[in-house]
């Protein structure tokens, strides 16, 4: 049972993040591009403050999958290298944190398009 309920935390919390990106797409100008920006940066700043981990330890995937997860992991990179290296870990700390996630969107983006073609829509 405890399994189920980790399930339905993680969908409960990623479906609300999902769903307030939807509703900034369809009822403000913002472009998906700002949004998604401003995830990251809300990421960065709850994460910096250390209201980002608790969210995170609660819902699991819920809320480190998301893009804010993505900017708590730059926050907290930031925080350790700065604790380890001083000033330059400022500068480092983010980098190294989010090294595997950056590696692998390269790479997955890479290998789909070599496998896949865009056609012009437009095009008859």
Request: hydrophobic share 50%; charged share 10%; proline share 3%.
């Amino acid at each position: 049972m405890d399994l189920f309920f980790t399930y339905l935390k993680a969908f409960a919390v990623g479906g609300l993040l999902c769903a307030l990106g939807q509703l900034l797409i369809d009822y403000t100008r913002l472009t998906p591009a700002r949004i998604l920006t401003a995830y990251v940066v809300a990421g960065v700043v709850l994460g910096a403050l250390g209201l980002y981990q608790p969210l995170a330890d609660w819902a699991g995937a819920g809320a480190t999958v998301p893009l804010t997860g993505f900017g708590n992991n730059l926050a907290k990179g930031v925080k350790q290298a700065i604790a380890d290296q001083g000033l330059l870990g400022a500068f480092t700390g983010g980098f190294s944190s989010a090294a595997g996630g950056i590696c692998a969107a390269m790479f997955f983006g890479l290998l789909v398009s070599l496998l896949f073609r865009p056609n012009d829509k437009n095009k008859k």
